[in-house]
């Protein structure tokens, strides 16, 4: 394998984590800097056009990067129970934040960014090296 080769999954991985970051410093712009709300969520959610380009910009990020995780799953060795773990904390995480928008728990979304970091913690640098 030429060295180009072996250094492809370590530039992507940097690419998604670059992209899913700038998504996440644009989601924390202050309500006052985003302007009008757009599409009304719930009581005190709303997206907005600063909001748009920040979701689509992590969303693009996450995709490509769980596309990568997927396609390298095989090469990471986890046993099987690890992987059960690390998917059912990966989707508690997601399934607290998306709730957490959507109803009254607001800071439920930390809970749920913790328990889907944990897991990508543990993943995505085996994705890199592997």
Known sequence: ???AAADAPRRQVAITALLIVAGVL???VPAGGEG???VPLSAGHGLSAVDAV???LLAVGAT???VLVVRRLPHLALPPRALFAL???AGLGVGLVIASVFSG???WWGVGAAALGVAVLI???LTACR
């Open 1 to 3: 394998m030429s060295p």
């Open 26 to 28: 644009i989601l924390f």
């Open 36 to 38: 009008r709300v757009l």
């Open 54 to 56: 920040g979701a689509a």
């Open 64 to 66: 490509w990067l769980e």
């Open 87 to 89: 998917g059912l904390l």
């Open 105 to 107: 728990f607001f800071w």
């Open 123 to 125: 993943v995505v640098p």
